[in-house]
C-alpha cells in the first residue's frame, strides 16, 4: 500500500484534517488499499451512525422538467418520455402508503414542475405534517428563497438539491442556464431557513477525475450538508450523453467510503443508481459507509415514465414490494431497520465531538 493512502487513513481519525488531497488518494485507491479504504469506512459508519438503517419513501410525483440537463431523462427535450403529473389527494395518498409501511420519512421528489405553484405544494406538505406521524423532505429542484421559506412553515422538514458536480465549467456545461454558484447560493438558503440540507453528486461523468469527486466531498464538508446522495452516472440514450462512460461500482464505493470518513455524522443513502449497475450495489455500499436507503413509494402506473437512466430497477414492483425488497437488503446485510425519523445528528445534537 502507498505510503500516502496509509498516511490519508490516518488522518481520517481527525475528519477534519482530511485534505482534498489525502481524499483524493483515498479515491485513488487500488484494490488492496479498497478493502482497507472500505473496513474503515464501515468501522466509522457502525461507529458514529450505527446500525439502523434509515428508510425513506420517495414519491416521484411530477416527471414534467423545464430543465434541459445533459444526463438526465427527464430533460425537456426527451420527447420519447410519457409526462404525468399527480394530483394533491393522490401525492396524499401516496404518502399514507408509505408511512402505512412504515416509512418515517417521505421525500417528494419531481422534475422542475412549475405547474405546481409554491401554494400547492405548501398545502400538500402541510396536509401530510397534519395527517400522519413523518419528516418530510422536498426534493423539487431550483424555486425561489419566498418559495422556500413557504414550504418551511407548511412544515417540511429537509430539502434534497445535489450539487452535482463541484466542477464549475462541468457544471454549467452538464446543465444549461445553470450554474454552481446558484446551486451554493440556494443551498446556503436552505440552511438559512432552518431546513436539514442534503446534496449529492455523480460518479462518473464525462470530464470528471478523483480530485474531482474529493473536491465534490470538501465542498459538502463546507456547505456542512446533512444528507450527501452519492450515485454513479448512468449514461441514458435518449439524452446527448447517451455514449459516454458510465460510472463504475468501485469508483462509486470507494467515494461514498471517502465521504463517510470526510463526514462521519452525514445521511449517506444507498442508491437506487447503484443498486441498478450491480445487482448487490446497495449492500455493498451498506458495506462502505451507507446507512439510508430510499424505497420508491410511486404508484406502479406511474414508474416506468420516471425514468432518468435506463433499466432502473423497480419498474414492476408496487410500493408494498419495493418496501419489502429494501427490508431484506437491509437484513441481508446484517443490518436492523430503524423506527426514528433518522433526523440529521446535528439537528438531534448527538454529533458534538466527533
Ligand atoms: N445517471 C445517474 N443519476 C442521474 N441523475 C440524473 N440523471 C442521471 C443519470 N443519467 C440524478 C441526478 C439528479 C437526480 C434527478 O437524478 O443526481 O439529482
Ligand atoms: Fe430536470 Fe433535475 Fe433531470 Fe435536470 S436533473 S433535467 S433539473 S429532473
Not at 485513488?28 to 468501522?43: N, W
Not at 434541459?68 to 394530483?87: E, Q, T, V
Request: charged letters at 25%.
Amino acid at each position: 500500500m502507498r505510503t500516502e493512502f496509509l498516511e490519508a487513513l490516518e488522518r481520517a481519525s481527525k475528519p477534519e484534517e482530511l485534505t482534498k488531497d489525502d481524499l483524493t488518494v483515498l479515491i485513488s485507491a487500488d484494490k488492496e488499499e479498497s478493502a482497507e479504504l472500505f473496513r474503515l469506512a464501515d468501522q466509522v459508519r457502525s461507529r458514529v451512525m450505527g446500525d439502523e438503517v434509515h428508510l425513506r419513501g420517495v414519491i416521484e410525483f411530477s416527471n414534467y422538467c423545464r430543465k434541459n440537463c445533459l444526463y438526465c431523462g427527464l430533460r425537456r427535450d426527451n420527447s420519447a418520455l410519457l409526462r404525468y403529473r399527480m394530483k394533491p389527494d393522490e401525492i396524499i395518498e401516496g404518502a399514507r402508503r408509505a408511512a402505512g409501511l412504515g416509512c418515517r420519512t417521505v421525500v417528494l421528489q419531481s422534475g422542475e414542475d412549475g405547474f405546481y405553484s409554491a401554494q400547492m405544494l405548501a398545502e400538500v406538505v402541510f396536509r401530510i405534517k397534519k395527517e400522519l406521524d413523518v419528516a418530510v423532505t422536498l426534493s423539487v429542484g431550483d424555486r425561489s428563497r419566498e418559495e422556500y421559506a413557504l414550504f418551511k412553515e407548511a412544515g417540511a422538514d429537509r430539502y434534497l438539491l445535489k450539487h452535482e458536480t463541484c466542477d464549475a465549467k462541468l457544471f454549467a456545461e452538464l446543465r444549461p442556464g445553470t450554474s454552481l454558484k446558484g446551486r451554493l447560493k440556494r443551498l446556503r438558503w436552505l440552511r438559512e431557513l432552518g431546513y436539514q440540507v442534503g446534496s449529492g453528486n455523480m460518479v462518473g461523468l464525462p470530464g470528471q477525475t478523483a480530485e474531482t469527486l474529493a473536491g465534490d466531498i470538501i465542498l459538502m464538508r463546507e456547505m456542512e450538508v446533512e444528507m450527501a446522495g452519492i450515485g454513479p452516472f448512468i449514461p441514458n440514450k435518449q439524452t446527448p450523453l447517451g455514449s459516454c462512460k458510465g460510472g463504475t461500482l468501485e469508483m462509486t464505493l470507494k467515494t461514498l467510503a471517502a465521504a463517510r470518513l470526510a463526514l462521519p455524522c452525514v445521511h449517506l443513502p444507498a442508491t437506487t443508481a447503484v443498486a441498478t449497475i450491480h445487482p448487490s450495489g446497495r449492500v455493498k455500499a451498506l458495506q462502505c459507509g451507507a446507512n439510508v436507503i430510499m424505497p420508491n413509494i410511486t404508484p406502479l402506473k406511474y414508474r416506468e415514465s420516471y425514468l432518468i437512466y435506463p433499466d432502473k430497477i423497480g419498474l414492476n414492483d408496487t410500493p408494498e414490494e419495493s418496501y419489502s425488497r429494501v427490508v431484506n437488503t437491509v437484513l441481508s446485510a446484517g443490518r436492523s431497520i430503524s423506527r426514528g425519523y433518522g433526523h440529521s445528528l446535528k439537528y438531534e445534537r448527538k454529533c458534538a465531538g466527533i
